[in-house]
Nanobody, 117 residues
Framework: QVQLVESGGGLVQPGGSLRLSCAAS????????MGWYRQPPGKERELVAT????????TYADSVKGRFTISRDLAKNTAYLQMNSLKPEDTAVYYC??????????WGQGTQVTVSS
């Protein structure tokens, strides 16, 4: 069992940047990977980026490649999502996820990101 708490969302103008954080209640090293997902208004939840905890291998959705960067800090049990060159279509509730080796998924409560002028 693990609890995830996201922070760092907010309102930003197009072209701006935000950094999301996801703090886990325990060691993330015992899990396989962490990730960020988002749910735009009226749409399904979609994958944004993932990172494996041990090797730091990353994957990204095509829509965010080159603009977003996922990272993790094992000492702080925290994952981050650096979002640059934000677009209005990035507006969504962003959720942190941690995936266990046995297949269980845990989710944070979500943080709102709004990109608007």
């Amino acid at each position: 069992q693990v609890q995830l708490v996201e922070s760092g969302g907010g309102l930003v103008q197009p072209g701006g940047s935000l950094r999301l954080s996801c703090a886990a209640s325990g060691s993330i090293f015992r899990f396989y990977a962490m990730g960020w997902y988002r749910q735009p208004p009226g749409k399904e939840r979609e994958l944004v980026a993932t990172i494996t905890t041990k090797t730091g291998t990353t994957t990204y959705a095509d829509s965010v490649k080159g603009r977003f960067t996922i990272s993790r800090d094992l000492a702080k049990n925290t994952a981050y999502l650096q979002m640059n060159s934000l677009k209005p279509e990035d507006t969504a509730v962003y959720y942190c996820n941690i995936h266990a080796y046995q297949g269980t998924d845990y989710w944070g409560q979500g943080t709102q990101v709004t990109v608007s002028s």
